[in-house]
T-cell receptor, first 119, second 112 residues
Framework: GAVVSQHPSRVICKSGTSVKIECRSL??????MFWYRQFPKQSLMLMAT?????????EQGVEKDKFLINHASLTLSTLTVTSAHPEDSSFYIC???????????????FGNGTRLTVT | DQQVKQNSPSLSVQEGRISILNCDYT??????FLWYKKYPAEGPTFLIS?????DKNEDGRFTVFLNKSAKHLSLHIVPSQPGDSAVYFC???????????FGKGTLLTVNP
């Protein structure tokens, strides 16, 4: 089945530094990838939608200069949290959709997430 | 304003019995609904989905029911097994916009 790999699974960084999270689709070409963030006991909140070869579309309230998204190829999207602060500590999850119609039998596939802790 | 609501943060069920997880939505543009299962420190795993043209979809022990007039869907798991213990997220999307809107999740605990 389709697999989405996310790396790293866990990262601790100091306040003010930047962190890059990678999301790869391993056996399919992902034209669209989505980045979510989940705070404890909260739902997954969509941060941005990235389309291969074009600029990401950010949800309201998400700072595009802070959360840089790059989707340079059909199998890789990256999320860079720039100048991280403790309030950015969260669980970040990517998901991917392949080419073709988002059909009844083609749900999004999720990576295993990245636990970011900013000290 | 939450467009997808899971009003029960947790549910505890005995092994072998039925688990019923509920989800309500407010956006009438939603036409595709999914349930995801999530273990701690892992990403969600797709479980089952339903299109708005149907009112029921069944896959093994899992059945999803959709009541469009009430804007309500439910996931039935029968018989429940201890391995089903996880957080279950309801999600919805609408039109050609493939973005998913998630509920807050319900923690299901199946006791042996």
């Amino acid at each position: 089945g389709a697999v989405v790999s996310q790396h790293p699974s866990r990262v601790i960084c100091k306040s003010g530094t930047s962190v890059k999270i990678e999301c790869r689709s391993l056996d399919f070409q992902a034209t669209t990838m989505f980045w979510y963030r989940q705070f404890p006991k909260q739902s997954l909140m969509l941060m941005a939608t990235s389309n291969e070869g074009s600029k990401a579309t950010y949800e309201q309230g998400v700072e595009k200069d802070k959360f840089l998204i790059n989707h340079a190829s059909l199998t890789l999207s990256t999320l860079t949290v720039t100048s991280a602060h403790p309030e950015d500590s969260s669980f970040y999850i990517c998901s991917a959709r392949g080419q073709g119609v988002f059909s009844y039998n083609s749900p999004l596939h999720f990576g295993n997430g990245t636990r970011l802790t900013v000290t | 304003d939450q467009q997808v609501k899971q009003n029960s943060p947790s549910l505890s069920v005995q092994e072998g019995r039925i688990s019923i997880l509920n989800c309500d939505y407010t956006n009438s543009m939603f036409d595709y609904f999914l349930w995801y299962k999530k273990y701690p420190a892992e990403g969600p795993t797709f479980l089952i989905s339903i299109s708005s043209i149907k009112d029921k979809n069944e896959d093994g022990r899992f059945t999803v029911f959709l009541n469009k007039s009430a804007k309500h869907l439910s996931l039935h798991i029968v018989p429940s097994q201890p391995g089903d213990s996880a957080v279950y997220f309801c999600a919805a999307s609408g039109g050609s916009n493939y973005k998913l809107t998630f509920g807050k999740g319900t923690l299901l605990t199946v006791n042996p």
